[in-house]
């Protein structure tokens, strides 16, 4: 058999270096399993059978031979023939069998055999001879001698490592790959006694998986499909280093090997596992002994019988890591009440949380659970806009009163999807108001300094703007007063030069008119002006009350124009003000406001109010702890009045509300 210069057979690609050198151990190992389990039969052969490992390193630490020795069967006729034949496209399709020892001769120049093996009731040969697959002739030097029954078994030896190789490996690495390649064998109940000896260090693999491997129970489940009868389930915890490939799954396993893995991942959510070990689900039995085939790769049985193995194996799993998925489901019970905390449009879908985490993959994460939410959202309104198109267009109806029921009770749908919306536009509100109470707070702690006033006035509404009564997405003047929201015209940070008034340079920090969202000619619509001072001033650096009576003065008389020029108002001397001053209401703030026209304390205590006669103008003074507070509590009561959520994220959001005063 011979190699092209890349190392090929046919179209077959052989692996180079470590990944040669350790094809070369497996390919070995599993033969020497084989011939194992031939000798003393599958009850048997994983109790009695013995294999080694033996590495020896050079003076520089590069490898000097590999010697893999087994009592098994070892090479009579027989298998000397199975030997010598290396069908290689054939054997490679079904496992690699053959292929192994091809490796061999492309990683080391010398492949030396000796094997012992009984020809009789008593008596045993020895075979040894040099092994080169790339010639014919493979089995150079063969040579038969008597043999010793306790030495029955087979060794090979494989030395003179070919420099372009580079097949280094230190002692940890081997043990890890052989634990690795062969957790199936062992956890499957077929891996015979497997020592490697790297040097001075000695490792039993068997011995090492166990302290690996942790049974936690086992069960006897009867099928009741076909003939199936009964199979036996060991549920086990494993380290997750030993095996990626088989860890979290199924096993279904027959005559001591690992024939179909199912992966369980995602199905349980394994990867969150307390104990941080990973799960596996052992699954035997003698009809899956009777039904695999001969490569033990499949199973010669009808689908229907395999599919209920699976199904009783899944049942057997979930009832295993019941409290597993319990903790699974407490957090996923958090992620949909969070979701609808912030999103109660989508409680169309949750009539009772509870009911609903129990319908989720414990694999859903908080992501999935949301666009699960989403989608079904989309799905909903998708239906109600069709059912609408089609009561629309309908003829009319033989049964009246039939129609009059369709329509009412999709006016009810569609009323409560706008209550659902108007339910998440009330918590988008709440985020605000607790955004806008983080700002009271210090800005920096070591220096005890506040946030100015601007950035308050910024959040309320945006400086240095004229706004008008359809512009609300551009502010939050809902904060301070809901009916904020009609006036016709307002600025924000605008000189009294840039809204007509010549001459003057103050700016007010808010002027609101019109407030039934148009100028109505001929009256005397009250005008709002409200002052914003720094959170947190002891001691106000001016009488804001004084500031805005400074300017009622100089708007009285005067006529407002917009950008454009156009009159928004005229301002006469009977035309009424409301001024609203909002701050901190510290000792030194209750001396000042204690002493001026808007003396009297609101019943709160957060406040205080008064007239101004002589400006025909009434005052306000608001703590900023009082507005957001207010502001809460009529946000509140408006979500309140909606419902359409479940009662559980009612009661988490009112929670949330209350923490945050």
């Given at each position: 058999m011979k190699f092209d210069v890349l190392g090929r057979i046919g179209n077959m690609r052989l692996p180079d270096g470590r990944t040669a050198l350790l094809f070369s151990i497996y390919e070995a190992v599993s033969n020497a399993i084989q011939a194992i389990e031939e000798r003393f039969g599958r009850a048997e052969f994983s109790k009695r059978g013995v294999i080694g490992i033996l590495v020896q390193t050079n003076a520089d630490k590069t490898l000097k031979y590999l010697a893999i020795s087994d009592n098994g069967i070892g090479l009579n006729d027989t298998h000397l023939r199975s030997f010598e034949t290396c069908d290689t496209r054939q054997k490679y399709a079904i496992g690699g069998k053959g292929v192994g020892r091809l490796i061999w001769d492309k990683v080391f120049r010398i492949i030396n055999v000796r094997s012992t093996y009984e020809t009789g009731l008593h008596g045993y040969e020895q075979v040894s001879f040099r092994f080169d697959p790339s010639i014919d002739d493979s089995l150079i030097?063969?040579?038969?001698?008597?043999?010793?029954?306790?030495?029955?078994?087979?060794?090979?030896?494989l030395s003179d490592l070919k420099g372009e190789q580079n097949a280094a490996i230190g002692p940890s690495s081997l043990s890890k790959y052989i634990c690795h390649h062969f957790f199936p064998y062992f956890i499957a109940g077929s891996m015979p006694q497997l020592n490697v000896a790297f040097g001075r260090r000695d490792l039993d693999i068997g011995a090492y998986l166990s302290s690996k491997v942790e049974k936690k129970?086992?069960?006897?489940?009867?099928?009741?499909?076909?003939?199936?009868?009964?199979?036996?389930?060991?549920?086990?915890?494993?380290?997750?280093?030993?095996?990626?490939?088989?860890?979290?799954?199924?096993?279904?396993?027959?005559?001591?090997?690992?024939?179909?893995?199912?992966?369980?991942?995602?199905?349980?959510?394994?990867?969150?596992?307390?104990?941080?070990?990973?799960?596996?689900?052992?699954?035997?039995?003698?009809?899956?002994?009777?039904?695999?085939?001969?490569e033990r790769t499949g199973f010669k049985a009808l689908e229907s019988e395999i599919e209920a193995i699976k199904e009783c194996a899944l049942d057997a799993a979930e009832r295993f890591l019941e409290t597993h998925i319990k903790s699974i489901r407490r957090t996923q019970k958090r992620h949909v009440i969070e979701i609808l905390e912030e999103h109660p449009q989508l409680a169309v879908s949750v009539k009772d949380v509870d009911s609903y985490?129990?319908?989720?993959?414990?694999?859903?994460?908080?992501?999935?659970?949301?666009?699960?939410?989403?989608?079904?959202?989309?799905?909903?309104?998708?239906?109600?806009?069709?059912?609408?198109?089609?009561?629309?267009?309908?003829?009319?109806?033989?049964?009246?009163?039939?129609?009059?029921?369709?329509?009412?009770?999709?006016?009810?749908?569609?009323?409560?999807?706008?209550?659902?919306?108007?339910?998440?536009?009330t918590i988008k509100r709440h985020q605000i108001v607790q955004l806008a109470r983080s700002l009271?707070?210090?800005?920096?702690?070591?220096?005890?300094?506040?946030?100015?006033?601007?950035?308050?006035?910024?959040?309320?509404?945006?400086?240095?703007?004229?706004?008008?009564?359809?512009?609300?997405?551009?502010?939050?003047?809902?904060?301070?007063?809901?009916?904020?929201?009609?006036?016709?015209?307002?600025?924000?940070?605008?000189?009294?030069?840039?809204?007509?008034?010549?001459?003057?340079?103050?700016?007010?920090?808010?002027?609101?008119?019109?407030?039934?969202?148009?100028?109505?000619?001929?009256?005397n619509d009250p005008v709002v002006i409200i002052e914003f001072k720094r959170p947190g001033d002891e001691i106000l650096s001016s009488d804001p009350v004084d500031q805005v009576l400074e300017y009622i003065e100089r708007l009285r008389s005067r006529t407002i124009r917009d950008i454009e020029g156009e009159i928004v108002s005229e301002i006469d001397s009977q035309t009424p003000?409301?001024?609203?001053?909002?701050?901190?209401?510290?000792?030194?703030?209750?001396?000042?406001?204690e002493r001026s026209v808007a003396q009297t304390p609101t019943p709160d205590g957060m406040g205080y109010y008064g007239f101004s006669p002589n400006h025909r103008a009434s005052i306000r003074v608001l703590s900023y702890q009082k507005v957001f507070r207010d502001a809460e509590l009529r946000n509140r009561s408006f979500f309140s009045k909606l419902g359409l959520v479940p009662e559980e994220v009612r009661q988490a959001l009112s929670n949330a509300a209350l923490a945050a005063e």
């Open positions: 030097g063969l040579v038969k001698g008597k043999g010793v029954a306790d030495q029955t078994g087979t060794q090979i030896m129970a086992e069960e006897e489940i009867d099928v009741q499909v076909a003939s199936v009868g009964k199979i036996r389930i060991s549920h086990v915890y494993v380290d997750k280093a030993i095996s990626q490939e088989l860890s979290n799954s199924i096993l279904l396993t027959a005559q001591g090997r690992v024939v179909q893995s199912i992966e369980i991942e995602k199905k349980f959510a394994l990867r969150s596992l307390e104990n941080g070990r990973a799960y596996v689900c052992v699954v035997n039995g003698g009809f899956l002994d009777a039904k695999v085939d001969q985490v129990v319908g989720l993959s414990p694999s859903m994460s908080e992501e999935d659970i949301g666009k699960t939410l989403f989608t079904l959202l989309y799905r909903h309104e998708r239906k109600l806009r069709h059912q609408i198109e089609a009561i629309s267009n309908d003829g009319a109806e033989s049964d009246e009163k039939a129609r009059r029921d369709r329509i009412e009770d999709l006016v009810a749908k569609v009323s409560d999807d706008a209550k659902r919306r108007l339910a998440e536009y009271l707070r210090y800005s920096d702690e070591d220096k005890k300094t506040y946030h100015w006033e601007r950035t308050l006035h910024e959040l309320i509404c945006p400086m240095g703007k004229m706004l008008g009564a359809k512009q609300y997405d551009e502010h939050n003047l809902w904060l301070i007063d809901d009916l904020l929201s009609y006036y016709s015209f307002f600025a924000s940070d605008k000189s009294m030069a840039a809204l007509g008034v010549q001459g003057e340079r103050k700016e007010p920090d808010l002027l609101f008119f019109n407030p039934y969202g148009f100028r109505r000619e001929g009256t003000f409301e001024c609203i001053v909002v701050c901190d209401l510290s000792a030194g703030a209750r001396k000042r406001f």
